[in-house]
């Protein structure tokens, strides 16, 4: 069973920064490195979107919205993918929640097997 434990989220002003972190804990390291990985955030009263996700080869994918401002990455010796997030705007305010899957097109199409638990990343104006 894999855990993710996701930090990093908090109160920001406008134009601030955060970077978030997901550690997929209990996981070896051969099963991490053939995650594919994403990031995804829900607003109050909206649904659930796909940020960012990285593929276990390295490739990457970003909303519009998120494109030139967010960046995910990958650690494969600490088990970890973050996301850094620059530029943040109030319409960034969400719960943001890290997931996985092996089968990369279910992390695009939003149906990754495993979630962790989300982190409130609130944005000030």
């Known amino acids: 069973q894999v855990q993710l434990l996701e930090s990093g989220g908090g109160l920001v002003q406008a134009g601030g920064s955060l970077r978030l972190s997901c550690v997929a804990s209990r996981a070896i390291l051969s099963t991490f490195i053939s995650y594919n990985w994403g990031w995804f955030r829900q607003a109050p009263g909206k649904e659930r979107e796909l940020v960012a996700a990285i593929s276990r080869a390295g490739r990457t994918n970003y909303t519009d919205s998120a494109k030139g401002r967010f960046a995910i990455s990958r650690d494969n010796s600490k088990k970890t993918v973050y996301l850094h997030m620059n530029s943040l705007n109030p319409e960034d305010t969400a719960v943001y929640y890290c997931?996985?899957?092996?089968?990369?097109?279910?992390?695009?199409?939003?149906?990754?097997?495993?979630w962790g638990q989300g982190t409130q990343v609130t944005v000030s104006s």
């Open positions: 997931a996985v899957d092996p089968d990369s097109s279910a992390v695009l199409l939003g149906r990754p097997r495993y």
